[in-house]
């Protein structure tokens, strides 16, 4: 929260910003929690940050969606079946490497993680509510500010637009290549 108590001393601005970063990280969590209670989801969270993480970066390997999603290579490679069985995928050659595989948003599941976050935002929506023009002026410039720092692009209609900065489809993987087909991964 802001300060406001003008008999304290200015904080400096690597505090503040130190703080602050802290203050956001905590309030995307519960806000997240929040919102998930909220729509009754029973998906895992892994589920969504993936395809998010595809429809914002676009393709890449399984070890680089990984890592983005922030998730071993064994539990994205279940991920990876599961959401390949849903259709919400496409596996393609990496025509760097034919013995690896990139993997890309398939249109439904971009539709699917645009329904989930449409229903997240329509539970949050009533908690919002009433905001002045200037407090949501605020918000927009708040996540425009996050996605730039975060590496995330700039802000669009259906996602975000990749940023140069972040493009884990080029980041080096390991010298052992992908199996053709993911589930031949051993299980975690």
């Known amino acids: 929260m802001p300060r406001t108590d003008s008999s304290q001393p ?3 601005p690597a505090a503040r910003l130190h703080r602050l970063l802290g203050e956001l990280v905590a309030v995307n969590n519960r806000l997240t929690r929040l919102a998930v ?3 009754g989801e029973t998906e895992s969270p892994a589920v969504w940050r993936t395809l998010g993480v595809l429809r914002d970066l676009g393709p890449m390997r399984l070890g680089a969606l990984a890592r983005a999603s922030r998730v071993s290579q064994p539990t994205m490679t279940k991920l990876v079946h599961t959401l390949d069985e849903r259709g919400w995928i496409r ?10 595989w990139l993997i890309a948003a398939d249109p439904k599941g ?4 645009a329904a989930w976050r449409e229903s997240v935002a329509t539970a949050l929506a009533p ?4 905001l002045a023009e200037a407090d ?12 730039e720092r975060a590496g995330l692009g700039e802000v669009s209609g259906e996602g975000r637009t990749p940023a140069s900065a972040a493009e884990p489809a080029s980041a080096p993987e390991s010298s052992v290549s992908e199996p053709e087909h993911p589930q031949e991964h051993p299980a975690e």
Request: charged share 30%; glycine share 2%; proline share 6%.
């Open 110 to 113: 971009l539709a699917a993680v």
């Open 10 to 12: 200015a904080e400096e």
């Open 136 to 147: 949501l002026d605020a918000l927009d410039r708040a996540v425009a500010i996050v996605h």
């Open 91 to 100: 596996r393609t050659p990496d025509p760097e490497d034919a013995r690896a």
């Open 127 to 130: 908690r919002f509510a009433g």
């Open 37 to 39: 209670s909220a729509v």
